[in-house]
């Protein structure tokens, strides 16, 4: 297993989604929130929810926030 600072991803999306994402996701997909939330958990690249989670995370500026934290604990 690596090292928690090496990991370039988090192991779970949903860590990094705004309040509300899941279900957002979810309604837009017609998917169940059960089924979209397994798939963050999943997170392959390919599948419409994980990318939806990505263009979210982006857009929120959870990922570089989530890095700043990272280096402030080493």
């Known amino acids: 297993m690596q090292p928690f600072e090496t990991v ?3 192991a779970d999306l949903r860590t990094l989604l705004p309040h509300g994402a ?3 996701i979810a309604r837009s997909l017609k998917m169940s929130h059960a089924a ?3 798939a963050l958990q999943k997170a ?3 599948h ?3 990318a939806e989670a ?6 929120a500026g959870s990922q570089n926030v989530q890095h ?6 080493k």
């Open 36 to 38: 979209v939330s397994k």
């Open 54 to 59: 990505v263009r979210l995370i982006k857009e």
């Open 48 to 50: 419409p929810a994980v």
């Open 22 to 24: 899941i279900s957002s």
């Open 44 to 46: 392959r690249p390919a």
């Open 8 to 10: 370039t991803t988090p």
């Open 68 to 73: 700043d934290l990272n280096q402030l604990k």
